[in-house]
C-alpha cells in the first residue's frame, strides 16, 4: 500500500482494482476504499466479482452481493465501479497452469 501513496505522489493516475470474494473478504472492500480515499477520494475503484475455478473452495457472488460491497466503498470514495462476469462470457482464451 505504500507504493500505492509513492505513485501518487508522483503524480500517476491511479485505477484500482481488487477481486470480491464473498465470504472472504467482504469486509476488506470498505477497508480498502477508506485506505484510498485517504489519498483521494476521486481515485477510481472497480470491484471484480471473483470468476469461479473449478476446484477452488470459493463461489462467484451474486449482483446483489456485489451492490452492497460497491454501496459500503462509495461511502467512501466518489468513483466505484464494479463487474461481475461468468466464466462463459470471459472472450479469451485461458490454459491451466497446474
Do not use: C
Not at 477497508?31 to 466479482?49: C, L, R, Y
Not at 462509495?74 to 482464451?93: D, G
Amino acid at each position: 500500500m505504500a507504493n500505492i501513496v509513492k505513485m501518487y505522489r508522483n503524480g500517476v493516475k491511479l485505477d484500482i482494482s481488487t477481486v470480491y470474494i464473498p465470504g472472504l473478504n467482504d469486509e476488506d472492500i470498505a477497508k480498502i476504499a477508506e485506505f484510498i480515499a485517504s489519498i483521494d477520494p476521486k481515485i477510481h475503484f472497480h470491484i471484480i466479482g471473483y470468476v469461479e475455478v473449478p476446484g477452488a473452495p470459493w463461489r462467484k457472488p451474486t449482483n446483489h452481493e456485489v451492490i452492497n460491497v460497491v454501496e459500503k466503498a462509495r461511502k467512501y470514495l466518489v468513483k466505484v465501479t464494479w463487474s461481475n462476469v461468468t466464466a462463459e462470457q470471459i472472450k479469451y482464451n485461458s490454459i491451466r497452469l497446474l
